[in-house]
């Protein structure tokens, strides 16, 4: 097991208590800082206010002396700055991601491998002081070799010394390359000697060929690991070199390692591609009808049109006007991307330019005034401009104008948006936002909001998102009259804003990441990624669906960007974040068994879903809509789980135990309710505890277990059984049936509710290291299927187990569902989704998770080549088999640096 040793503030043990639990549940121990910890020790550094403070009031030589023992140093930040030198680290900043996701990252890190700040800072030291000719002394062979592996680093690749250590290393490689040729004469004829050698062995014996095809496959597989280790420590830091590592890596080997890493670099980043910039660029426009996409320069009063993202440049258009202060402006296509509009400054001076033909157009008399603030178009002909309190459509060629929103005498309007299908604008002021109808121009809504300088309006005029002059970003819910107004801040800072679809929202940062948000449920990022180095990322979207990025890091990035059909849509009980499922005892129970969102299938298109704490959901694969004509609500201290055909549910409490029947007229979860007092084992999400639980197909019995009990309830006859026995044994599934209650452990045991206990059959052996069970289905006590902690998919049928099929190492799998027919099996892990033919042992589909995103079950259809699916957060969505994501791609080439940096150069010896 591994464990992390955690330096934190008394004052913050409370607040970090989550993270310890959160550190539990990924099969960590967590502890203080040892004098003398072990050479793989990992350390977390929490950063907090009480920690700023100690640090302000005694300075940083004690964090100094408590991390100079610890190669791996992980700082994890409730705060915005971390101290030098830690903010070259890679901080995990905990408002910006859940709990259980740092707890992912961290102990990713601390499984493969983390920067080593002690060594760095050393030898950063030594280089400073040769380069200064303070020291002429330089680095040694055997030194070398180690320092290789330290210029790959995270702290390596954002030190600003970066430079000057290359420059120290190159010196001493040279040094030692001219006291190598001193015996290059005797060295080369020995190499020739023995060259000659080893063709000659390799010629007459076949056990030679063998043993060098063993050892090229031992390197093959060397460079794979190597590369998957360093593809782990830049997750979160670099957007591009985690998926060009593990390009490299799987043309390597195919490793158990390669595969895992895969599957948490893909589960950590968007598909995308990344053209180089030969200037640095600040902002990004895109037409929405045309491929053409407009990218404004940082340093110069520039901006160059293309036909399509990294295509071939139409022409550079000059927004700079007379002899004033110069830069500050941007421009913007028009939706066809016909006419480009800019600005130098808001306000400012205001040019129009025809795109193909690359000249100004001639401005109409009275155009423009001095007054005027670009906010983009309106339509192909029409200039969306405000003037003071008037927003103003303004044919770019005629200068006709037509008033779209007068707002109050002596305001000014700052920003204003329209809503994609053309209906709603939202308008900003200094002290609030108007919801305004788009063809008349009354106002429909209203909310006091101070200072919002950008806006993104939904499709229902219901409500915007907002960035203030301070950067933080808000969600405005605007008032229509029913009195429900409110200006929600979301604890982050934002550069820009962007709608995906009528779900979900695409945020930039400064510093280079980018989130997905749902603002209408939740102000939790749904997922969060590294977009770009660094800088304010600039967000556009593309007429192909895709999003477009920039920030200082001279990159262009466009990115498949995940939208409902990937994220689910919302039930009535719109988005449910992880931490609802947060016990009372401070527990974020990582799912497994009836401990998750579970979906089934009841009948022709109709899938009862729970959605934890306590709610239950149906939903018509059809339409993909609620059909619930009653809610279900079981309660937020209750475990609530179906049965396996979809035709019961279950709640499971302290107090009483209560079952339930669907039925299809009137489409309801909450008939023909029976329920018994108490439950006979404090459960997982009611009580903190490692219960779980499952409700037989005729509904007459719950059955649940933990650790050291399996029992039942009876509904019928209200009866409570149980049996505990005296060896602890983790269960991972039950199994409930007419009068009996059964639990699959993760030792490889077969518990029964009469006392019995089983080993499982061979001849797979089961129960221990990567053949411990991580997940189970039990069709009945004599056909059950697992997934094994080390991605093994087993079937036991007629007293004997099989390997079926394996999904990869380091997959974290939790559940197991399998087709009516037997011939599919679909696998929920952290890491994803995989699908796979359970008669040829072979995978239909591979789909990485999205941060919370997390597919927690899934349901097959009738002729099982579809799935209905339900995620972490509570979203619900089907998915074809055939449709599966595409396979890894890497975003760029390496750079010429990045082969050097990372020892790319080398082909894999099977081909």
């Not at 709990?99 to 990252?105: I, M």
């Not at 006291?179 to 056990?207: C, K, Y």
């Not at 930039?508 to 990441?513: D, I, K, Q, T, V």
């Not at 997922?527 to 001279?554: E, F, P």
Request: glycine share 10%; net charge negative; with cysteine.
């Amino acid at each position: 097991m591994i464990r992390i040793d955690v330096l934190h503030r008394p004052e913050d043990a409370d607040r970090i208590q989550p993270l310890l639990t959160a550190f539990g549940a990924e099969g960590v121990r967590t502890g203080a800082p040892r004098a003398e910890p072990p050479p793989d020790a990992a350390l977390v550094v929490v950063f907090s206010e009480a920690m700023a403070d100690e640090v302000e009031r005694t300075g940083k030589d004690f964090l100094t002396e408590a991390t100079s023992r610890y190669r791996t140093v992980v700082p994890m930040a409730y705060v915005p700055d971390v101290p030098e030198p830690f903010d070259q680290l890679n901080p995990c900043y905990l408002r910006r991601v859940t709990v259980s996701d740092a707890a992912k990252r961290v102990t990713a890190i601390a499984r493969y491998g983390g920067a080593d700040i002690v060594e760095w800072a050393r030898l950063v030291d030594q280089a400073s002081k040769w380069r200064t000719a303070e020291s002429t002394a330089l680095l040694n062979e055997s030194a070398l070799s180690a320092t290789r592996g330290l210029l790959r680093s995270v702290p390596a690749r954002s030190s600003p010394h970066l430079e000057t250590v290359r420059a120290f290393v190159a010196a001493s490689s040279s040094a030692v390359a001219r006291r190598r040729r001193r015996t290059g004469a005797v060295l080369a004829v020995t190499i020739v000697a023995l060259a000659a050698l080893v063709t000659f062995a390799t010629v007459q014996t076949v056990g030679a060929r063998r043993a060098q095809s063993a050892a090229d496959r031992a390197a093959d597989a060397a460079t794979a690991d190597r590369l998957s280790r360093v593809a782990v420590e830049l997750i979160g830091s670099d957007p591009d070199l985690p998926s060009i590592l593990v390009g490299r890596a799987q043309q390597h080997a195919a490793t158990d390692a390669v595969r895992g890493v895969a599957a948490a670099v893909a589960a950590q980043t968007w598909p995308h591609t990344a053209v180089r910039l030969d200037y640095l660029p600040r902002a990004v426009s895109a037409a929405q009808s045309s491929t053409r996409i407009a990218i404004t320069a940082y340093d110069q009063t520039a901006i160059r049109v293309y036909d399509a993202p990294g295509g071939n440049e139409i022409g550079v258009f000059d927004y700079h006007e007379g002899s004033g202060e110069l830069g500050g402006g941007f421009g913007e296509l028009s939706p066809d991307g016909e006419l480009l509009v800019t600005t130098e400054r808001l306000p400012g001076p205001i040019k129009v330019f025809d795109v193909a033909a690359r000249e100004q157009l001639t401005q109409p008399t009275g155009w423009r005034t001095d007054h005027d603030r670009l906010l983009g178009w309106w339509d192909n002909d029409e200039v969306l401009l405000a003037r003071n309190s008037s927003l103003l459509r303004i044919d770019a060629r005629t200068g006709a104008s037509v008033e779209a929103f007068a707002a109050p005498p002596g305001t000014v309007i700052e920003a204003a948006d329209r809503s994609r299908n053309g209906r709603h604008l939202a308008v900003a002021t200094q002290e609030s936002v108007f919801l305004v109808d788009a063809q008349t121009g009354a106002v429909t809504g209203t909310v006091d909001a101070h200072g919002i300088s950008k806006l993104q309006v939904n499709d229902d005029g219901t409500r915007a998102l907002g960035i203030a002059d301070d950067g933080n970003l808000w969600d405005l819910e605007l008032d229509d009259g029913s009195g429900k107004a409110g200006a929600t801040d979301f604890d982050a800072f934002a550069s820009s804003i962007l709608d995906v679809d009528s779900q979900y929202q695409l945020v930039g940062h400064p510093g280079g990441s980018i989130s997905l948000v749902a603002a209408e449920y939740t102000t939790d990022a749904i997922q969060q990624v590294r977009a770009h180095t660094a800088g304010r990322v600039q967000l556009a979207a593309l007429s192909t669906g895709q999003v477009a990025t920039v920030a200082v890091d001279q990159y262009l990035r466009i990115w498949d960007t995940p939208a409902s059909a990937r994220l689910g849509v919302p039930t009535g009980m719109g988005i449910v974040s992880s931490s609802a499922r947060m016990t009372s005892h401070l527990v974020e129970t990582s799912p497994l068994g009836s401990a998750r969102n579970q979906i089934r299938h009841a009948v022709a298109g109709l899938y009862p879903t729970t959605i934890l704490p306590g709610y239950a959901r149906l939903v018509d694969r059809a339409t993909m809509a609620d059909v619930s004509t009653k809610p279900y609500f079981g309660g937020l201290d209750t475990d609530v789980f179906l049965s396996d055909n979809g035709r019961y549910i279950a709640t499971v409490g302290t107090k009483r135990t209560r079952v339930c029947a669907f039925v299809e007229q009137p489409r309801s979860l909450s008939e023909e309710c029976k329920q018994a007092k108490g439950g006979p084992i404090p459960m997982a999400i009611g009580a903190g505890k490692r219960g779980i639980g499952d409700l037989s197909d005729d509904g007459s019995i719950v059955g649940v277990a933990d650790s050291l009990t399996v029992g039942s309830v009876e509904i019928s006859s209200a009866t409570n059984r149980s049996h505990r026995f005296d060896v602890e044994r983790a269960p991972v599934a039950v199994f409930a049936a007419a009068g009996e209650a059964s639990a699959v452990t993760a030792d490889g045991y077969l518990r029964t509710l009469t006392g019995a206990e089983y080993e499982l059959a061979g001849p797979v052996d089961l129960g221990a290291g990567a053949m411990t069970i991580a997940a189970a289905e039990v069709i009945d006590l004599g056909h059950m299927y697992f997934v094994t902690a080390g991605g093994d998919i087993v079937a036991l049928r007629s007293g004997r187990t099989r390997i079926v099929a394996n999904i990869g190492a380091e997959a974290a799998p939790f559940a197991l569902r399998v087709s009516s027919s037997g011939e599919r099996i679909a696998v929920m892990t952290e890491r994803g989704i995989v699908v796979v033919d359970a008669q040829r042992g072979t995978e239909l589909l591979r789909e990485p998770s999205l941060g919370s995103v997390m597919v927690t079950d899934a349901a097959f259809t009738e002729d099982a080549r579809g799935l209905m699916l339900v995620t972490g957060i509570g979203t619900v969505r089907k998915l074809e088999l055939g449709s599966s994501v595409a396979s890894h791609r890497s975003p760029r080439e390496a750079t010429a640096a990045e082969v050097s940096v990372f020892d790319l150069g080398g082909e894999p010896h099977h081909g």
